[in-house]
C-alpha cells in the first residue's frame, strides 16, 4: 500500500526566505505525485504534479517540486516566500492511474510566515 | 471558488444520529471523490464514483455509505454516529476517472458529533 511522510509538522519562515517542505513517498510502481494547499477555512487546491518526464515541475503561485527516485522523495520548494503562502501543505501520492482516483496524504506541513 | 458546492457548512449532530451529505460536482465533472479529515487519521480517502458507478473504495466504514445520482451529484450518509465521527469531509470532482485528471475540492462540511 502506498503511504506518504511529510517529517515537518510545522515550518517557520521569514518573508523573501526560501523555502523547501519535504515529502517521502512509498508506493511499488511508478508514482503520481501531487501537492495541495489548504487555506484557513478552504479546500485544497493543487499546486503541482507529477506523472513522468521531468523531474522538475512547475505550478502555481511559483512553487516548484522535485521527483528523486533514488529518494523517494518529492520536496516543494519556492525562492521568495509571501506573507500570502501561509498555510497548510499537502504531499499525496496516487494510486489507480488511468482508471481511478485514490489519493493517499501526508499528515501536512503548516507553514507560519513571518513579516 | 473550485466550482465544487458542499452542504451543508456545518452539522452539529448526537451520537446515534445519522446524516448526509451533499455534494454537486463542477459543470460537466463525471466523479466524485469523498475525504475525511480529523486531527487523529489526517486526511483519507473514504469511496469515489464515476458516473453514478462505485469506482474505488477507501477505509470507509460500514456505517457510512454512499451514492451518485442520475445529474451527478453526490450524498454520503453517515449513520450510528460515534464522537470520533466528528471531522471535516471533503467532496471533489475530476472530469474523468483518472489520476491524469486534476481533482478539485469543495469547501467541505464540518461535521461535530456530541
Known amino acids: 500500500a502506498q503511504s506518504v511522510t511529510q517529517p515537518d509538522i510545522h515550518i517557520t519562515v521569514s518573508e523573501g526566505a526560501s523555502l523547501e517542505l519535504r515529502c517521502n513517498y512509498s508506493?511499488?510502481?511508478?508514482?503520481?505525485l501531487f501537492w495541495y494547499v489548504q487555506s484557513p477555512g478552504q479546500g485544497l487546491q493543487l499546486l503541482l504534479k507529477?506523472?513522468?518526464?521531468?523531474?522538475l515541475v512547475q505550478g502555481i503561485k511559483g512553487f516548484e517540486a522535485e521527483f528523486k527516485r533514488s529518494q523517494s522523495s518529492f520536496n516543494l520548494r519556492k525562492p521568495s516566500v509571501h506573507w500570502s503562502d501561509a498555510a497548510e501543505y499537502f504531499c499525496a501520492v496516487g494510486a489507480g492511474g488511468t482508471s481511478y482516483g485514490k489519493l493517499t496524504f501526508g499528515q501536512g506541513t503548516i507553514l507560519t510566515v513571518h513579516p | 471558488d473550485s466550482g465544487v458546492t458542499q452542504t451543508p457548512k456545518h452539522l452539529i449532530t448526537a451520537t446515534g444520529q445519522r446524516v448526509t451529505l451533499r455534494c454537486s460536482p463542477r459543470?460537466?465533472?463525471?466523479?466524485v471523490y469523498w475525504y475525511q479529515q480529523s486531527l487523529d487519521q489526517g486526511l483519507q480517502f473514504l469511496i469515489q464514483?464515476?458516473?453514478?458507478?462505485?469506482?474505488a473504495k477507501g477505509n470507509i466504514l460500514e456505517r457510512f455509505s454512499a451514492q451518485q445520482f442520475p445529474d451527478l451529484h453526490s450524498e454520503l450518509n453517515l449513520s450510528s454516529l460515534e464522537l470520533g465521527d466528528s471531522a471535516l469531509y471533503f467532496c471533489?470532482?475530476?472530469?474523468?476517472?483518472?489520476?491524469?485528471?486534476?481533482?478539485?475540492f469543495g469547501p467541505g462540511t464540518r461535521l461535530t458529533v456530541l
Open positions: 459543470s460537466g465533472d463525471l466523479s
Open positions: 508506493y511499488g510502481a511508478t508514482p503520481y
Open positions: 507529477y506523472f513522468s518526464g521531468d523531474t
Open positions: 471533489a470532482s475530476s472530469t474523468t476517472s483518472g489520476l491524469h485528471n486534476e481533482q478539485f
Open positions: 464514483y464515476y458516473n453514478g458507478e462505485e469506482r
